[in-house]
């Protein structure tokens, strides 16, 4: 589904990517765990649409997204891709409901009944009225899920999305993760330093100064 080659991120000051490839198949849950710069989430952003490489080429079922022009990635990443990240990035004085509507707003259909239906797949059915500041962290996150997941994407692109939370909350970010990819087959690319959550997926890449080391998968 999503085919990476040859892709280099030469920044000023840094190295980030040195020619990186990998393929990740449909309804895959691939985690990339490495130690800070070792380019993990460089290359997240690069598999988001959210840089271009100095090199190489992304390519999502046959279509290249690293000739894009800005417009077009943005049109894609609307479509295609739902990002989770560690902070939550939600506007504090909107309410849950609220802030999964905005990113309606952004695909030009704003559907309230739609966007309480996203919150209820994440178990905040009883907390749409409620503004981030009465959240707890775990709950904060579950709302970046159902916000994530509004414009129905093919692929959840993660971002050490619960490195903010207690290990309590993190299992129950990744049950819910692990039902989504099982039961609606979504394909999910998670980033991480830490061996417990990378160990949720079924296959693991970790990296090292720019390049992947070590490809391992993983049967349940």
Not at 1 to 27: C, E, F, H, T, W
Not at 93 to 122: C, G, P, W
Not at 153 to 172: I, S, W
Request: contains cysteine; glycine residues 8%.
């Amino acid at each position: 589904m999503i085919k990476v080659r040859g892709l280099k991120k030469v920044y000023p000051s840094a190295v980030a990517l040195r020619g990186v490839d990998m393929d990740i198949q449909d309804n895959e849950w691939l985690s990339i765990m490495g130690p800070s710069g070792s380019g993990k989430s460089t290359l997240l952003n690069i598999l988001g649409g959210l840089d271009y490489p100095t090199e190489g080429s992304v390519s999502y079922d046959g279509k290249e997204i690293t000739t894009m022009k800005e417009d077009e990635l943005a049109v894609f990443r609307r479509e295609n891709i739902g990002f989770i990240f560690q902070q939550s990035y939600l506007i504090p004085y909107l309410t849950a409901l609220e802030n999964v509507m905005l990113a309606q707003y952004f695909h030009s259909i704003v559907d309230e009944k739609e966007a309480a239906e996203a919150l209820k797949r994440v178990g905040l059915s009883h907390r749409l009225h409620h503004r981030p500041s009465e959240l707890s962290g775990g709950e904060q996150q579950r709302v970046c899920i159902a916000r994530a997941l509004i414009n129905s994407p093919k692929v959840l692109l993660a971002d050490e999305p619960t490195g903010n939370l207690d290990r309590e909350n993190t299992r129950v970010i990744l049950e819910l993760l692990g039902e989504l990819h099982s039961n609606e087959g979504f394909t999910i690319v998670l980033v991480t330093h830490d061996p417990y959550v990378a160990g949720w997926g079924k296959r693991l890449l970790t990296m090292e100064d720019g390049r992947i080391i070590k490809d391992e998968s993983f049967h349940s």
